[in-house]
């Protein structure tokens, strides 16, 4: 609707200022609830595959788990995008550099930059997909890390269901004789 009352605008050649800065403000809103309703259903669908229940409860129950622990989402959240990008980037690169000597050894080529760029942009798309399945599953991996922190304390009763190493780095332990699990 706002591109739409923009295009609008446009056509009938008004250049009011003040409606240009109302358009941005709208446009930055919506970009911005675009983004957070993004987050949530991604989160929410995580809490659907693991307790079952419905799309709303499992968004209400998300949202407030990631409320209650936003420090580490957002340091994880921007870790792990940088790391992801880090490793898009750098198998984009490769394979860019690596085409490009490939294709300028070759002769018969009047225009070698052409699969080049070709080549990079493909590599780009097809890493950005792989590393998604990446970013899922350490999403999963978190929510399910909050959850283990919120439902036990390390009881005999309740035992932390982390792996050793996440509950060394964290400085928990289960209180049994044996930290077996």
């Not at 798309?125 to 959850?147: H, K, P, R």
Request: net charge positive; proline share 1%.
């Amino acid at each position: 609707m706002l591109e739409y009352i923009e295009h609008k605008l446009k056509e009938s050649g008004q250049n009011n200022q003040i409606v240009k800065y109302i358009m941005k403000c709208l446009k930055c809103c919506f970009w911005c609830l675009e983004k957070f309703l993004k987050f949530l259903n991604k989160n929410a669908y995580i809490e659907i595959a693991i307790y079952g229940k419905n799309f709303c409860v499992s968004a209400k129950n998300a949202f407030f788990l990631l409320m209650r622990n936003v420090v580490r989402v957002v340091v994880l959240d921007k870790v792990t995008d940088f790391l992801l990008f880090i490793g898009k980037v750098t198998i984009t690169l490769a394979m860019a550099v690596g085409s490009f000597y490939w294709f300028e050894r070759d002769k018969n080529l009047n225009y070698f930059l052409a699969p080049v760029i070709i080549i990079t942009v493909a590599t780009y798309v097809i890493a950005t997909a792989f590393f998604s399945v990446y970013e899922m599953a350490i999403d999963t991996l978190f929510l399910c890390f909050l959850e283990d922190l919120e439902r036990n304390d390390g009881s005999e009763e309740k035992p932390y269901y982390m792996s050793k190493k996440l509950k060394k780095i964290l400085g928990k332990k289960n209180k049994r004789n044996s930290d077996s699990e």
